[in-house]
């Protein structure tokens, strides 16, 4: 991610609430945070929801075998087109998100026929070219209405601004942040969801072995598909989300190392579970970017830790292996409680236990 996308912008503030104080108070009670340290964060927690979406938009590639570096041009796309909805048709921000998605997912489906046929670094080169592509056109995008502070929409290289809709609904950032991590949270139900269903098993099996999958019956070719127009909703979705947070978004924002640390987050957390790539996003923003351990080495450690992760565990942290001895392991500690309570609930009243 580049160092400049939650680094250099101002998050919206709304009316201080009851939600909102309740949020913080709670943040307060947490060890060394006051009331500055809970702004701060507030504005860290959102960042990490927000780039998990991301991160999981990769992940959905990597799973069915496909290493995509151009997410960040489906996270711009979707940061643009609910900002258009919500900045210059007044639409609500539900909507506007959804309109983001949609655009994204169009995309991602647009860019996923021409190279299905690419695999390996052929496919990654080609992403990362589209991601450049987009962002290039991103930075020719002139469009701008008159409103009565004056004119609102892209303006090429000077960006987006006055994305206001959590100002003028008076929305704090606390109340933003439960938000986010609901929206974050449904997506998670969901994909973990589907892991048990056989279109969760399809996608994995593809990621396996494409031939193999596809002898089986399966049709890989339009669940690949399926799962890159899922991945552009997903990386849309974080993007309107940031936009709104910000105020103000500019192409320069979406380069290609936002991409990058997609993929990075997904391969450190590990593929076995769509909670990997939040244990990667842990690892980054809430441990070497938020403790500001070693300072200026952040980017040599992180892409470090992924090298590292690439010869030693290719899967990442929570890998399959790990995840299936987790589940047998919880498997097995429920097993005893679940007898216990059956057997006493079929003794007879009084019955002493022997």
Avoid at 149 to 178: C, H, Q, S, T
Avoid at 230 to 257: C, N, Q
């Amino acid at each position: 991610m580049s160092d400049r996308i939650f680094a250099s912008t101002t998050a919206a503030t709304g009316t201080d609430g009851a939600m909102a104080q309740a949020v913080r108070a709670a943040l307060c009670h947490l060890p060394g945070v006051d009331q500055a340290g809970s702004a701060h964060l507030v504005g860290l927690l959102s960042d990490m929801a927000i780039m998990s979406l991301l991160a999981l938009s990769a992940y959905l590639m990597l799973l069915v075998g496909r290493v995509s570096f151009g997410q960040q041009a489906f996270f711009g796309v979707g940061a643009y087109g609910a900002g258009v909805m919500t900045a210059m048709f007044n639409l609500p921000l539900p909507l506007g998100l959804l309109f983001g998605m949609a655009l994204g997912a169009l995309c991602s489906w647009l860019l996923a026929l021409p190279t299905m046929r690419l695999s390996g670094l052929n496919y990654a080169v080609a992403t990362l070219a589209f991601g450049e592509m987009a962002r290039i056109g991103l930075s020719w995008w002139h469009w701008q209405v008159q409103t009565p502070d004056g004119p609102v929409g892209p303006a090429g290289l000077e960006g987006f601004r006055d994305i206001r809709w959590l100002l003028e609904n008076d929305l704090a950032p606390e109340v933003y942040l439960l938000i986010t991590l609901a929206v974050l949270a449904g997506v998670l139900a969901l994909l973990i969801w589907n892991e048990r269903t056989r279109l969760g098993v399809g996608l994995r099996m593809i990621g396996q072995d494409d031939l193999l999958t596809a002898s089986q019956g399966v049709p890989v070719q339009r669940l690949r598909l399926l799962a890159s127009a899922g991945a552009g909703a997903l990386a849309a979705l974080g993007g309107g989300l940031y936009a709104h947070r910000t105020t103000y978004i500019e192409p320069a924002l979406f380069d290609p190392m936002l991409g990058v640390h997609a993929v990075g987050y997904a391969l450190l957390g590990g593929l076995g579970t769509a909670l990997g790539p939040l244990l990667g996003v842990v690892l980054d923003l809430g441990l070497l970017d938020a403790s500001r351990i070693l300072p200026g080495w952040r980017m040599v450690i992180f892409g470090g830790l992924v090298a590292l992760f690439l010869r030693w565990r290719p899967r990442g942290l929570l890998d399959e292996v790990l995840v299936h001895r987790i589940s047998q392991a919880f498997g097995r500690w429920l097993r005893p409680n679940r007898t216990e309570s059956s057997s006493s609930s079929q003794r007879a009243p009084g019955e002493r236990v022997t």
